[in-house]
């Protein structure tokens, strides 16, 4: 079946707009989590939604970011008042949700330049 | 806080030699660990992962890797490389009971042919 897609692949903006940055996950996948890959960093973890449970918010830098999944599936990742610091990569990943053999699978990531 | 070590952030092999990559982990409680590769143009990819029972595990494409709970490491291995393992790999943690992963920084793997 399909992977985990995630639109656009690259988004250039001007420092103080807002960005929305989306992601598909696999059907039926009930765990997603959104990662950010900063230059010559590892994957920082951003926010993880499991099913119809609270998101766990702990990996966002800062109140600018907030992110949504409607209907357990599609999730937007949002940026208000970009920063150049918020330029990255942005990497969305799905997973079955919570069992003992849980694996991530990695859409191709969103690049995002704030000019 | 828990996080994922990995001290090699490039390296520079011919083919034919072997690869060891290391990555150490701080977290005292149950843990998952995986190995991701991600090779140029594409995505991050499972590589191979632990979760239980035997400490040494096969991956995919000849890789390996050692969970040592006493020294909190599980070292990548591989006893020859192929130019087509030039890629970007990484280490990553699972706490068992959160399902909240931990990765590394990464470590850039250039086999010259």
């Known amino acids: 079946g399909a992977g985990v897609s995630q639109s656009p692949s690259n988004k250039v903006t001007e420092k103080g707009k807002d960005v929305e940055l989306r992601c598909d996950p696999i059907?039926?996948?009930?765990?997603l989590y959104w990662y950010r890959q900063s230059l010559g960093q590892g994957l920082e973890f951003l926010i993880y939604f499991q099913g119809n449970s609270a998101p766990d918010k702990s990996g966002l830098p800062s109140d600018r970011f907030s992110a949504e999944r409607t209907g357990g599936s599609v999730s937007t990742l949002t940026i208000q008042r970009t920063q150049q610091e918020d330029s990255a990569v942005y990497l969305c990943a799905s997973s079955w949700g919570g069992g003992l053999g849980e694996t991530q699978y990695f859409g191709p990531g969103t690049r995002l330049l704030v000019l | 806080a828990q996080s994922v070590s990995q001290h090699n952030h490039h390296v520079i092999l011919s083919e034919a030699a072997s690869l060891e990559l290391g990555c150490n982990y701080s977290?005292?409680?149950?843990?998952?660990l995986f190995w991701y590769v991600q090779y140029p143009g594409q995505h991050l990819q499972l590589l191979l992962k632990?979760?239980?029972?035997?400490?040494l595990v096969k991956g995919i494409k000849g890789f390996e890797a050692e969970f040592i709970k006493s020294k909190f490491s599980f070292n990548l291995r591989k006893p020859s490389v192929q130019w087509s393992d030039t890629a970007e790999y990484f280490c990553a943690l699972r706490q068992v009971n959160f399902n909240k992963f931990y990765f590394g920084s990464g470590t850039k793997l250039n086999v010259k042919p």
């Open positions: 632990y979760f239980s029972g035997d400490p």
């Open positions: 059907s039926g996948h009930t765990a």
């Open positions: 977290y005292g409680g149950t843990v998952n």
